[in-house]
DNA sequence: ATAGTAACTTACTAATAGGTAAGTGTCAAA
DNA sequence: TTTGACACTTACCTATTAGTAAGTTACTAT
C-alpha cells in the first residue's frame, strides 16, 4: 500500500507544523494511524528518512505551484492573492508553515534534511519571484521595486505573521496582508 | 551565588535561539557550565521554572528598550534603525530570535511558560508601535499607514527574515531592511 | 499447493530526557 | 564551635525516544 507512505508523510508534515520536527514521533504518528510504532519503522527506517520524505513532498508541491502559475490564464493579481491565501487558509491558527517550522529546527535537522530544506527555501524563493514578476509585468506592483528584494520580504513577513498569530490571534495575518497591499499596490 | 542563576538563563536563551525549547536540555546547560545536571535542577526544579525566567528575563529586555526609547533623544530615524538592527546584529547567522523560537514551540510550551510568552509578544509589538508612532510624527514614515499595521508587519518580516537567512545566508535580513526601508520612507 | 513478498505485530534494546533524594563541602553568623 | 544555609555532587528513578530482530498474517504469482 503506497497510500500509507503518502499518509505518514501528510501526518508527519501536519505534526511538523503543530510541534516541529524535534518534538514529533513515530509514537505521535503510529497512534494517530492506530498501527505500531514499528510499522512506522518499517516504511520509514529512521526518523531522518521520514524528514527526507517530508521536504520531498514539500519541493513537489511548490513543484507544482510553479507549473500552475506559468501555464494558468488566471490574472496576475488572483495568483498573487492566490499563493499569500493559500497557506493562510490551509492552516489552522495553530499551525505555522511547516517549511518555517524545519528552518526553525535546523541546528537539529540531520545533514540530507537540512540540505533538502535549503533547496526548498530556494525554490519558494523562486516561485514567489516568479509571482512578482508577474504582477510587476501586470502593473500591478510598482516596476521600480527589486523583484528578489519584494519577493524574500513578502516571504518573510507571510512567515513570521504566521508565527505571531499562533499567540495573539487570527487578526494579525490580516493585517500583515493588508499592510503587504498597501505597500506594494501602484500608486 | 545569584550570578549562577543569572548564568543558566542566558544560557538557555542561547540554546533556545540555537534548537528551540524542546530540543535544549538541562544537560547541555550543564554540561557547558562545567557541574551536573542536578545543580541546574536546584536553580530550577523544573524546566517550566527556567523557561518562565527565560520569558520573564525577554520580557524584561523588553521593558527596558521601551524605557530607552522614550528617554533617549536620539533621533526617531535612529531609534527605528537600532531597534531593527540589533536584532540582527545581537544574533549570530544561525541563530534567530528566542521570541521566534519560543512562538514556534508554543504548542510544546507548558501553559506557564505559554502565558508569559503571549505577554512578550504584546509587549514587543507594544515597542514596535512605540517607535513606529515616533518616527511617524518626525515625518520618516508616511503618516497615511496604519501605526499597528506597520508595526506588526516590521516585526513579523523581521523575524521571518532571520529564518531564512538561517539556511539561505546573511543576505536575506539585509535585503528584507532595505526592502522595508523603501516601503516605509517618505517619498 | 507453495513460495514469496508486503505490511504488519510483539518484544525487545540503548540512549536520553526530566526529575529526585540524600549526602558533601564551604562559609558566615550565633 | 556549632548551626545553618547555599551551592553543589553522587546516585538513582521513570518515561520516552529512536531503532531492531524475529515472528505473523494475508494476498499473489507461479
Redesign the interface.
Known amino acids: 500500500m503506497e497510500n500509507r507512505k503518502k499518509q505518514i508523510v501528510d501526518l508527519a508534515i501536519k505534526l511538523i507544523q503543530?510541534?516541529?520536527y524535534?518534538?514529533f514521533s513515530y509514537d505521535d504518528i503510529s497512534k494517530q494511524l492506530g498501527v505500531t510504532k514499528a510499522s512506522i519503522h518499517y516504511h520509514f527506517e529512521k526518523k531522518e528518512d521520514l524528514g527526507v520524505a517530508v521536504t520531498e513532498r514539500l519541493f513537489m508541491r511548490l513543484q507544482d505551484s510553479l507549473v500552475l502559475i506559468k501555464n494558468s490564464s488566471v490574472s496576475a493579481e488572483e495568483k498573487l492573492k492566490q499563493f499569500i491565501q493559500q497557506q493562510a487558509e490551509r492552516f489552522e491558527c495553530?499551525e505555522?508553515c511547516p517549511i518555517?517550522?524545519l528552518?526553525?529546527?535546523?541546528?537539529?535537522l540531520p545533514n540530507a534534511v537540512?540540505e533538502k530544506?535549503?533547496e526548498v527555501?530556494?525554490l519558494e524563493?523562486r516561485v514567489m519571484k516568479e509571482i512578482v514578476a508577474e504582477a510587476q509585468a501586470a502593473t500591478i506592483i510598482n516596476s521600480s521595486?527589486?523583484v528578489?528584494?519584494?519577493a524574500?520580504?513578502i516571504?518573510?513577513?507571510?512567515?513570521?505573521?504566521l508565527?505571531?498569530r499562533?499567540?495573539?490571534g487570527d487578526d494579525?495575518l490580516v493585517?500583515?496582508l493588508?499592510?503587504?497591499n498597501?505597500?506594494l499596490r501602484n500608486p
Open positions: 503543530q510541534k516541529g524535534v518534538a495553530t505555522i518555517s517550522s528552518q526553525t529546527d535546523f541546528e537539529s537540512q530544506i535549503e527555501s530556494r524563493l521595486e527589486d528578489h528584494q519584494v524574500v520580504t516571504l518573510s513577513s507571510v512567515k513570521g505573521a508565527l505571531y499562533r499567540v495573539l494579525v493585517e500583515v493588508n499592510q503587504l498597501r505597500f
